[in-house]
């Protein structure tokens, strides 16, 4: 079992930088692969990115390729979204999610209660 507890969501405007943050409870977290995904109102939810237990690897998908930067410190049990050049279709609920296995899907057995972000032209 991993709890996580997202933060560093806001408002901000088009074009400024977010770094999300997402601490896990257990020092067991370094076990695990963890990945971003948001979901805006009437919308799927959508993997953004994802890191391997120890950093060494790293996906991006279509969203935020270019944008984004997915990076994890297991001393502080913490992982990082940095999305840059924000826009305001960015605006949406932002979970992060831990599994053994880093998958692209959804397919995540542990997530966050989310932080949102806001973005506004």
């Known amino acids: 079992q991993v709890h996580l507890h997202e933060s560093g969501g806001g408002s901000v405007q088009a074009g400024g930088s977010l770094m999300l943050s997402c601490k896990a409870s257990e020092s067991t977290f370094d076990n695990y692969a963890v990945a971003w995904f948001r979901q805006a109102p009437g919308k799927e939810r959508e993997q953004l990115a994802a890191?391997?237990?120890?950093?060494?690897?790293?996906f991006y998908t279509e969203p935020v390729e270019g944008r984004a930067t997915i990076s994890r410190d297991n001393t502080v049990k913490t992982v990082y979204l940095r999305l840059d050049n924000l826009m305001p279709e960015d605006t949406a609920t932002y979970y992060c999610a831990a599994n053994y296995l880093m998958k692209r899907s959804s397919d995540y057995a542990f997530w966050g209660q989310g932080t949102q972000v806001t973005v506004s032209s």
């Open positions: 890191i391997s237990w120890n950093g060494g690897a790293t």
